[in-house]
């Protein structure tokens, strides 16, 4: 059976100051009525069953989860104790859900991207099942790069394969970090790369074997965590086991080592939605190049421009050019366009700031 893994643990600093600790991008309504958590699930739905879904978060966010995702069983939003990165994430939902079902199938996402049509994105994952279904083999989609993106990972992809449905399969070649401008031209100009997804889907036991080969005490500390989790000592365990783990991401400790990853040539509408800079793409432009999200925007002489405010909430703009202005209730920012990426390290400053940090 496929089951849905949502990765709902990040913090989604660069949407502040409409994002804080406890509402990270993924609880915002940054595109459309439902929040992108919520779009999330709804992707899944259809795929994979209510009872086989599981969203793994942390204890800050687990309340809001469950308040915006009713639907979902309470065991259903699995909460580590602490954050040790992706690897441990995905390998805690894959011990976890083998319990269940001993040739279960992963559907692994963010919560926090937004994918359109959500249709299509279903029939893609149900395409990915079936290469997953083969022993060692971990399955992404590659995202056709339509512009030098320096915010995204890439796919190198290689041969193609034979195809199991619609989409273009070809062998993932290299896993590439975020480039410089002129590399990320030549990426698109090249036209074997894509952007990465960061979308996976694998069966379980592709998962935890592994990590059993590459990271086997932190395969030990996980089948622990599974034996206790149906009993009283489910917590306890948990967290002795959490405090001893490596912190690593999903990358490092598997990717970068596997031998088999395929990578299917999406079809559909993908974006991380990773900086205020992205809602240009969300909600489209006037014929000033402006955006707006939920305020009111008038403006003379202003170009380029990102805007959000509370609805109703009147912004003007005068004579500037490629600022991104957001206004919340108790905080305002003003910033260079083209700088939307480091609001991550605007926060970061506010934290260390004893005065500043119920800002954040």
Known sequence: MLHGVIL??????????????????????????????????????????????????????????????????????????????????IGLAAVL????????????????????????????????????????????????????????????????LTSKGRLGSYKAEAFEEKPDLETAQGYVQGGAHYWNSGIFVWSARTVLEGLAKHLPATHAALQRIAEAWGTPQRDAVLRAEYEQLERISIDYALLEKAERIVVLEADFEWSDVGAWSALAEVYGQDEHGNTVHDATLETLDARNCIVHGPPGRLVALLGVEDLIVVETRDATLVCSRDRAE???????????????????
Do not use: C
């Open 8 to 89: 709902a643990g990040g913090s989604g600093t660069r949407f502040w100051p409409l994002s804080r600790s406890d509402r990270p991008k993924q609880l915002l309504k940054l595109a459309g009525s439902r929040t992108l958590l919520q779009q999330s699930h709804d992707r899944l739905v259809g795929t994979s069953d209510e009872g086989s879904l599981l969203v793994v978060t942390n204890d800050t966010l687990a309340a809001g989860i469950r308040d915006q995702l009713p639907e979902l069983p309470h065991e259903a939003v699995v909460v580590e104790p602490m954050l040790k990165d992706t690897a441990v994430a």
């Open 97 to 160: 859900l083998q319990q269940r079902d001993p040739e279960a199938v992963l559907a692994v996402t963010p919560s926090d991207h937004l994918i359109r049509p959500a249709a299509r994105f279903r029939d893609g994952l149900r395409e990915a099942a079936q290469w997953a279904q083969t022993p060692g083999t971990i399955v992404t989609f590659g995202i056709p790069a339509r512009s030098p993106k320096t915010g995204y990972g890439y796919i190198r992809r290689g041969e193609a």
């Open 342 to 360: 480091e609001v991550k390290a605007l926060v970061k400053q506010l934290e260390q700031q004893a005065a500043l940090q119920a800002y954040t």
